[in-house]
């Protein structure tokens, strides 16, 4: 990753704002924008180098006028994608996103084709699983965002809950990113004190749902998505490659194997680095949790499925 080139490939406002993030931490030294929608690219990418005045080092930062300037990249974030409207089934939004990814990789792979791939659109895990299969690579390079934004609505809620601890608070989602996400509090520590030890089982409970629902809250009261803590989560990930961090970041990564699955995504504990997904770390699960992830499997699997019954692969 010498030359530190980030493309983003969705300049919308989780796009923009991972965007944003890395040239205020100047972990770049070069960001390129694209995105569909005319102009969109090029006046986000404008103001974002002009807020990088201030930042603490100098990155350069663009606007491609077509896929072929997203090129040479050492990470590309893919965050295209259209959400569910109206009366869409979940059948037609997969196709849909699922076309649309498929466009993104080809160009990826013709004009940075030794880049790592972090996938950002939804359904997050079936789309990262449809990267894998179009582009054949080596499977630590593609990595879907997932347990970086969870893990931190995890962390938020301990937080509201013990009052005390910010910034010192561990985080551990595991499965799909979705209604069967697994968070798992009691595997994580507030400083050195493990949170089993600091709040009741019931608390613990409402925490894991409030994580569930994490987004949907931020939807009632803003009428959108959230996407500051999404943008962050993704630059929180390219740091952890550009720099080699070896961080711990649960990901949703292919799994050929691991906890008993193979073919296909979803979120487990990973280590981060120049190589993109440096190890799979297999963590002791009870019955109970064990149950929970294969549900979460199998609604992952449901959605490659309704891609291979639709031919998508084919």
Known sequence: MHRRKVGIIGAGAVGATAAYSLSMMGTCSEI?????????????AIDIAQS????????????????ADVNECDI?????????????TREDLLMINAKIMKSVVEDVMKY????VIICVSNPLDVMTYVIHKMTGWESNRIIGMAGALDGARMAYQIYNKLGYGAGQIGTLVIGDHGQNMIPLPQK???????????LSREEMEEIIERTRTGGAEIVKHLGTSG?????????HMVEALLNDSKIVVSSSVLLQGEYGYSDVTAG??????????EKIIEIELDEETKAK??????????GIEILKTNHFFE
Do not use: C, W
């Open 32 to 44: 390129v924008l694209f995105d569909i929608a005319e102009g969109v690219a090029k006046g986000k």
């Open 52 to 67: 990088s005045h201030y930042a603490p080092n100098s990155t350069i930062i663009t606007a491609a006028e077509s896929p």
């Open 76 to 88: 590309v974030v893919i965050t295209a994608g259209v959400p569910r409207k109206g009366d869409m």
């Open 112 to 115: 940075s084709p030794d880049a």
């Open 188 to 198: 994580v520590q507030v400083g050195d004190v493990p949170v089993s030890e600091l």
């Open 227 to 235: 996407y500051y803590a999404p943008g962050r989560a993704i630059a």
């Open 268 to 277: 487990v504990p990973v280590v981060l680095g120049k190589n993109g997904v």
């Open 293 to 302: 992830f294969n549900v979460s499997v199998e609604s992952i699997r449901s």
